[in-house]
């Protein structure tokens, strides 16, 4: 299902920042602003080309790079696997399945408060250092996985 909140956001700033809405770029912007797995650019060709089948990866190469550029997906270089993107751009980290790659989201911000939650910051760090972001991954086994070990 569609947030099309999240597509029409990212559809404004694409627009605010001088780019054209193609039809291939519209399509890249909403398989990422949809998807919950976090596809890599491979992912996101197949998905594109299906309906546009002329479009290269190069193509979507460069889209996904001007959309880094402008802070509206998020890279998960995971030394495990392939770069992968993320559509959600809001403070979470991700839980990563070491065998079968499936990436969760996992919420490690309060809205209530705007702080993380149950992540500690040393404050000597907090005054030494302007901390602008973060990227957290946790890496085990998801249920599936674990099943298959255990027979």
Same mark, same amino acid.
């Given at each position: 299902m569609?947030?099309?909140?999240? =597509?029409?956001?990212i =559809? ?10 193609? &039809? ?11 998807s ?16 546009y089948?002329?479009?290269? =990866? ?8 001007m959309?880094?550029? #402008?802070?509206?997906?998020?890279? #998960?270089?995971?030394?495990?696997s ?7 751009v809001? &403070? ?5 399945c ?6 969760i989201? =996992? ?11 149950? #992540?500690?910051?040393? &404050?000597?760090?907090?005054k ?10 946790f ?5 599936n ?7």
């Open positions: 569609i947030n099309n909140s999240r =597509l029409d956001q =559809l404004n700033k694409v627009k605010k920042h001088g780019y054209s809405l193609t &039809p291939q770029r519209y399509e890249i912007i909403r398989i990422l602003a949809e919950k797995n976090h596809p890599s650019a491979v992912d996101v060709y197949s998905k594109v080309k299906s309906v089948p002329m479009i290269s =990866l190069n193509t979507v190469y460069k889209n996904i790079a959309l880094l550029e #402008i802070n509206e997906v998020r890279e #998960i270089k995971s030394f495990q392939a770069v992968r993107y993320d559509g959600d809001s &403070p979470h980290a991700h839980i990563i070491r065998n079968c790659k499936e990436i989201d =996992l919420q490690v911000y309060d809205d209530s408060n705007d702080e993380m939650t149950e #992540i500690y910051i040393n &404050p000597k760090l907090k030494e250092y302007n901390i602008t972001g973060y990227n957290v991954e890496f085990g086994l998801c249920n996985c674990r099943n298959k070990t255990s027979n």
